[in-house]
């Protein structure tokens, strides 16, 4: 039986606390070097990871022009957040938070950060992919703010104490998996009735949800789709491998990805970059 810990009664940072990550984790905000950020010529400049989260905004991007809104070109700028690159000032100016993605519209100045508010910024500035009726539009974001809800609990715990932690315990994994199994029943049960997650239309809610549920079904998230038993998620599966058929959502995977098996193209500035993949 392991040790039993007592927090002590004033919490302080241990540096050297383990994990992987451990070594960019720290309990203040705000830039540790002075790095200008670099930018393109086209109108959206992106800073990101292949994340889970930047991929939900590369997909919206990509969907975006696939559609014919060639206003949505846009420059993807990596930030290896291994090496720190979040806490550099050019970045921590667009997003005080640093975290991925972060987006900067040179056409109006405005810096939009968090996937999700990045995904209704553009969603609102093309009239794409977010229905204009009322009640479809809630249901929209009904979903949107579920994802940003539920992850954080799939992310940083089950994928952390599953994957990453420097020691397996087995509360916090069965704590999580609970949670992360309830949430993809919860999604399984929506998709028995809708083709989408949101109903009948694509929208920022499967670009949202795809790249931690999807992943999770697909096994490109924590290999962890056997002990968590995705296949038994029909519905689920079946959503997961229609929207990763998408062209966009090929190509959008692959953007600011420097890691993993696969395609990568760590930094992307044309559709031309996508040529070397055929896609």
């Known amino acids: 039986m392991s040790q039993q810990y007592t927090p002590p009664k004033v919490w302080t940072w241990d540096a050297e606390n383990g994990g992987q990550f451990a070594s960019i984790n720290r309990p203040v905000s705000g830039a540790t070097h002075d790095k200008v950020l670099p930018k393109g010529k086209h109108p959206l400049q992106l800073y990101s990871l292949a994340t889970p989260n930047g991929v939900k905004v590369n997909i919206m991007l990509e969907e975006l022009l696939a559609a014919g809104h060639s ?153 962890a789709a056997e002990f968590l038993d995705t296949q038994s998620y029909k519905h689920l599966m079946r959503w997961a491998k229609q929207i990763d058929e998408r062209p966009a959502v090929k190509r959008g995977y692959i953007v600011n990805r420097n890691f993993g098996d696969g395609p990568q193209l760590p930094e992307r500035h044309s559709s031309e970059d996508f040529a070397q993949f055929n896609l």
């Open 71 to 223: 206003a949505a070109e846009y420059d993807a700028w990596l930030i290896s957040i291994k090496d720190g690159d979040q806490f550099g000032s050019g970045f921590v100016a667009v997003n005080p938070n640093s975290k991925i993605p972060a987006l900067l519209d040179t056409t109006n100045g405005v810096r939009v950060f968090e996937s999700g508010s990045i995904l209704l910024y553009l969603a609102e500035k093309f009239g794409a992919f977010l229905p204009k009726d009322t009640a479809k539009r809630t249901e929209v974001l009904n979903w949107l703010f579920w994802q940003m809800g539920s992850a954080p609990f799939v992310g940083g715990g089950f994928g952390h104490f599953y994957a990453y932690a420097p020691e397996k315990f087995e509360y916090p994994i069965n704590r999580y998996a609970m949670e992360t199994k309830r949430q993809l029943d919860v999604l399984d049960k929506q998709l028995a009735q809708h083709e989408f997650v949101a109903g009948d239309e694509y929208s920022i809610a499967d670009m949202a949800i795809w790249p931690w549920y999807g992943g999770i079904a697909l096994n490109r998230a924590y290999n």
